[in-house]
Structures are given as C-alpha cells and as structure tokens.
C-alpha cells in the first residue's frame, strides 16, 4: 500500500522556466511533509517541508503547496536551473508517532534543459 | 559539522551469507533511521533508533535488525542474503524526528549475487 505516491516518474523542463512536482498522500494523519532532492551516488538532501497547518512554504526558488482536502502537495522551482536535475523525492510523517519514520514516495527525475 | 558517514559505501555478497552495515550520525543527533532504496520502490523506511532504542520498524523481514550505540552510531545487521536485498542502504539522522528533517549519508550500495 504506497501511501505516498509520485505519479510522475520524470520531468523535463527548460532552463528558466517552471518545474512543478507533484505528490498525493492517502494517510489523514500525515501532518508533516518534506522535499529531498537526490544526486546519483550521494544520499538525499533536505530541500523545504510544510507543516499541515499551512498551506504555503517558500524557500528562494522553492515553494511547496498542501492542499489537504485533495491530499496533495506540488513542490515549484522558479525559475529552473541545470544544476536543479535530480531525482526529487517527497515524504511524509505522522508527527503524534513521534518516531524518525518518513515515507517516501517513489522519485521523480527532473531534468532542465539549458 | 561532520556529516552522516557510512562504511563499506560498496558490497558485493553472495546469497545465504550475513551482512553488517555502519552509520555515524552527525554529532548530537540522537535519531537514526535506516532505509533501502530499490528502483520504483522510493527510500523504504527499515527502523529508527532513538537513544538506542528502536522506536520504530517497517515492513521488512526478521532478516533485517539493526542497533544503536551508547554515542548514537548505528548497525543494521541482514542475514541469510536473498538477490532482492541487492540495494542502496541509507542511513539517516536527526536531532529528535522527521519534523525536523533528516542527514542522509550517502548509503552502501548492497549487491548479492
């Protein structure tokens, strides 16, 4: 039961322009979200989280979006830079477990195109 | 800050045979979760530990232990290899839980042949 999920396997977006991530969560007890990015031989690296009690998180270039009626979070990049290709993973967790758990959906590779 | 290590970054072992795997979170981080990473399968949380005890365990077979030092390094242990526990091993801290985000290490990469 993948209760995060990425539907999108890749992305490909030019250099300057918007990449837009998308995950959809099935738990409702999920309260804490997160974006790590990933480079081939090197662990992921955190990127930007949201709280569920916002709706909105921006970091420079990065802005996370909840909407939790539809259970679903979009990671933005703007603008998209080549050094910004990755596999990009979103992850959740139940913060009343009060544990180290993530779950992780499966990856989506993003590639910007000079 | 130093941060998370893991030794051996490569393995390669054959089926039926044990392996151990070490992690060395950042300094003062008290939480280590471990993961495995598979292609189409995303990062598979294996166990947290927590001041050396484990708080939390996914869905892994009994194959797959782990435990946690007095000064926080960490060891996951997988007995009797199969060829589906070929893999990326990832190893993560944190201060206290994920709300705070995790350090990833930059894993082991397990091959069983």
């Known amino acids: 039961d993948q209760q995060v999920k990425q539907n999108s396997p890749s992305l490909s977006v030019q250099e300057g322009r918007i990449s837009i991530l998308n995950c959809d969560y099935t738990?409702?007890?999920?309260?804490?979200f997160l974006w790590y990015k990933k480079y081939p031989a090197e662990g992921p690296t955190f990127l930007i989280s949201?709280?569920?009690?916002?709706d909105k998180n921006e970091d420079g270039r990065f802005t996370v979006f909840l909407n939790k009626s539809a259970k679903h979070l979009s990671l933005h990049i703007v603008p998209s830079q080549p050094g910004d290709s990755a596999v990009y993973f979103c992850?959740?967790?139940?913060?009343?477990?009060?544990?180290?758990?993530?779950?992780f959906g499966q990856g989506t590779t993003l590639q910007v195109k000079p | 800050k130093a941060g998370v290590t893991q030794t051996p970054r490569y393995l390669i072992k054959t089926r039926g045979q044990q392996v151990t795997l070490s992690c060395s979170p950042i300094?003062?981080?008290?939480?280590v979760s471990w993961y495995q990473q598979t292609p189409g399968q995303g990062l598979q949380f294996l166990f947290e530990?927590?001041?050396?005890?484990?708080?939390n365990k996914g869905n892994f077979p009994g194959r797959f232990s782990g435990r946690q030092f007095s000064n926080s390094r960490s060891e996951m242990n997988v007995s009797t290899l199969e060829l589906g526990d070929s893999a990326l091993y990832l190893c993560?801290?944190?201060?206290?839980?994920?709300?705070?985000?995790?350090?990833f290490g930059p894993g082991t990469r397990l091959t069983v042949t």
């Open positions: 993560a801290s944190s201060f206290k839980g994920p709300w705070g985000e995790q350090y």
């Open positions: 738990n409702s007890m999920f309260d804490y």
């Open positions: 949201i709280s569920s009690i916002k």
């Open positions: 992850a959740a967790s139940d913060g009343s477990s009060n544990t180290g758990k993530l779950i």
């Open positions: 300094s003062g981080h008290r939480s």
């Open positions: 530990y927590f001041s050396e005890t484990q708080r």
